[in-house]
């Protein structure tokens, strides 16, 4: 049972801090004010088209974007998921892709933005995305744990701010309280 504890801990440590983390980067790295973010997608909308040819949102992402279909009001950042955030960011924003490039690991070395946002993509792949069941050890947990403080400590130099730190932190707290009243 506390394996799917903390499984649990840890996703609602990376939807939210990491997540915060990302609509933040994707709000401060957009290329025009967010309200103008219907014209700058279809301006680059062949940027968000995949491999196969396939767009790369669906029709879900495309409705929490543009919530209706003239572009007339687009919708709310709060909404937006971490695979949504990462597309944005990767096709659409101002964000350097890491020295590796994008959808591959980023070496150790590598702390810039881009590279930042590659390995919270990656843990979440890694926790959520890819896992065969809802378990992770409390070793396996402590090591995310520590990723999450490395990452989110990159973004903050990058904006000068100490907030995600001290965000998880606080859920740190929170996650110690609950585990010691099972």
Known sequence: MPEHMNHARICVALVTVCGKALREILLDKFPVPYIDIYQTILANQAKLVGVRGRPLLNKKQINLVFTDPLGQKTGTV???????????????????????????????????????????????NCISGHSPDARI???DFEDYWKKFEDVLHDIEVVFNTKVYSKELERQKRQVISIFDAC
């Not at 909404?79 to 990462?86: G, K, Q, S, V």
């Not at 964000?95 to 843990?123: F, H, K």
Request: proline share 4%; glycine share 6%; hydrophobic share 35%.
């Open 137 to 139: 050890t409390h070793q």
């Open 78 to 124: 709060d909404l937006f998921d971490l695979t949504l955030l990462y597309t944005l960011i990767r096709n659409v924003s101002t964000v350097q892709a890491p020295i590796s490039g994008w959808g591959i690991d980023p070496a150790e070395s590598d702390t810039s933005l881009g590279a930042s946002v590659e390995r919270i993509r990656s843990y979440r």
